[in-house]
């Protein structure tokens, strides 16, 4: 749920909640489908998903929108993630089967004008998540994890900016995506949280001249879940302290709450850093938890796009640190997208990761 599916978005350092609305605007922030000049579209995209590691990942996006009034717009989506061939075996390395775990999340959503430069909107979402075919994991049998989450979104554009002597848009929008119940493979496994996530993004357009334009842009992401605190040590065993059944947490705080509760918690859960004088920075911590995104596009005639983004996650909390570089070319109704990843340490998983979207919008202004 939290790969970037398209490719424009994929070009822009996975920045997307606060860029000009297009097709795929329901994964970035379904806020920005009022602004958009086409009465409805469509776009697929196709992304093989770490190739340097196997050969069968893939990562598929069905995404569509219709405007049925000036200021109204329904729209939908579909994510298809195969995780490729995989062959089960025992304890004894004996084969068990084959199976492919697939994971797909559809969602509807619905926006409107709330104001000429201020939208809002909102997603439903089902998730299916099947990772071993219900297959027995420790003696349980496993099923499919499912959940029903949502988004809500806002966006904000005002298009009579001047800067110097030029035309300009200003953008801003924000977007808690994927706030729902939590889920579990087996019915003796503990819950885990959905990725709720929130994004907060701004982006800059100027006009340099009548078929010359550039934009700048950038996200912030924090995911909303609990930090997985740090566990004190049973000095007579060397393991986890255990005290009537619980383990006993010595920095940070329990997990194990309700997801509203959750979320609140993210914002000052982590056990936090060790500083030199021996003390723990929570603040610290959670700001390694945010991920920055910053991109620039290029548009000539609105007719072919040069894009280029950076992407940034504290080395603690997962290490992705890459550029990213993309293209696009519009002709009348179609549209074509392409996205090539670039990491900054060599033998990176994501190396030369490839993104690819075809879209078609109707009721679009010819050029």
């Given at each position: 749920m939290t790969i970037t599916p398209d490719s424009r978005a994929g070009a822009l350092g996975d920045v997307g909640v606060a860029?000009?609305?297009?097709?795929?605007?329901?994964?970035?922030?379904?806020?920005?489908?009022?602004?958009?000049?086409?009465?409805?579209?469509?776009?697929?995209?196709?992304?093989?998903?770490?190739?340097?590691?196997?050969?069968?990942?893939?990562?598929?996006?069905?995404?569509?929108?219709?405007?049925?009034?000036?200021?109204?717009?329904?729209?939908?989506?579909?994510?298809?993630?195969?995780?490729?061939?995989?062959?089960?075996?025992?304890?004894?390395?004996?084969?068990?089967?084959?199976?492919?775990?697939?994971?797909?999340?559809?969602?509807?959503?619905?926006?409107?004008?709330?104001?000429?430069?201020?939208?809002?909107?909102?997603?439903?979402?089902?998730?299916?998540?099947?990772?071993?075919?219900?297959?027995?994991?420790?003696?349980?049998?496993?099923?499919?994890?499912?959940?029903?989450?949502?988004?809500?979104?806002?966006?904000?554009?005002?298009?009579?900016?001047?800067?110097?002597?030029?035309?300009?848009?200003?953008?801003?929008?924000?977007?808690?995506?994927?706030?729902?119940?939590?889920?579990?493979?087996?019915?003796?496994?503990?819950?885990?949280?959905?990725?709720?996530?929130?994004?907060?993004?701004?982006?800059?357009?100027?006009?340099?001249?009548?078929?010359?334009?550039?934009?700048?842009?950038?996200?912030?992401?924090?995911?909303?879940?609990?930090?997985?605190?740090?566990?004190?040590?049973?000095?007579?065993t060397g393991g986890t302290l255990v005290v009537d059944g619980k383990k006993v947490i010595e920095y940070g705080m329990d997990p194990n709450v309700p997801t509203p509760v959750g979320m609140v918690h993210s914002f000052y859960d982590a056990p936090g850093v060790l500083m030199d004088d021996g003390t723990r920075s929570v603040f610290r911590e959670e700001i390694n938890e945010i991920t920055i995104g910053v991109g620039v596009e290029y548009w000539y005639r609105e007719q072919f796009a040069i894009r280029a983004g950076y992407f940034h996650e504290h080395e603690t909390k997962g290490n992705r640190k890459y550029f990213t570089l993309g293209v696009g070319l519009r002709l009348n109704v179609f549209a074509l997208d392409f996205s090539y990843l670039v990491p900054v340490k060599q033998n990176n998983p994501l190396a030369n990761t490839l993104r690819f979207t075809l879209g078609f919008e109707f009721g679009k202004p010819k050029l």
């Open positions: 860029t000009s609305p297009d097709v795929n605007s329901q994964n970035w922030n379904p806020a920005k489908y009022p602004f958009i000049e086409s009465d409805g579209g469509v776009a697929l995209s196709y992304t093989p998903w770490l190739r340097k590691l196997i050969n069968d990942i893939n990562l598929a996006y069905l995404a569509g929108f219709y405007k049925f009034a000036d200021n109204q717009v329904v729209s939908a989506s579909l994510r298809y993630f195969s995780l490729g061939q995989i062959v089960f075996t025992n304890n004894y390395g004996t084969p068990q089967g084959i199976y492919v775990p697939n994971e797909f999340a559809i969602d509807a959503g619905y926006s409107r004008l709330l104001t000429d430069r201020f939208a809002g909107g909102i997603v439903f979402r089902f998730i299916r998540s099947d990772l071993t075919g219900g297959t027995f994991v420790g003696g349980a049998e496993s099923k499919a994890a499912m959940a029903i989450a949502g988004d809500l979104a806002f966006y904000y554009r005002n298009t009579d900016l001047i800067i110097g002597k030029k035309d300009g848009t200003v953008g801003a929008g924000i977007n808690i995506s994927n706030m729902g119940n939590k889920v579990s493979y087996t019915e003796t496994s503990d819950k885990a949280f959905l990725p709720i996530n929130l994004k907060m993004g701004g982006a800059l357009t100027i006009d340099m001249d009548e078929y010359n334009s550039i934009t700048f842009m950038a996200d912030v992401n924090k995911l909303l879940v609990p930090t997985p605190p740090i566990y004190a040590t049973d000095d007579s």
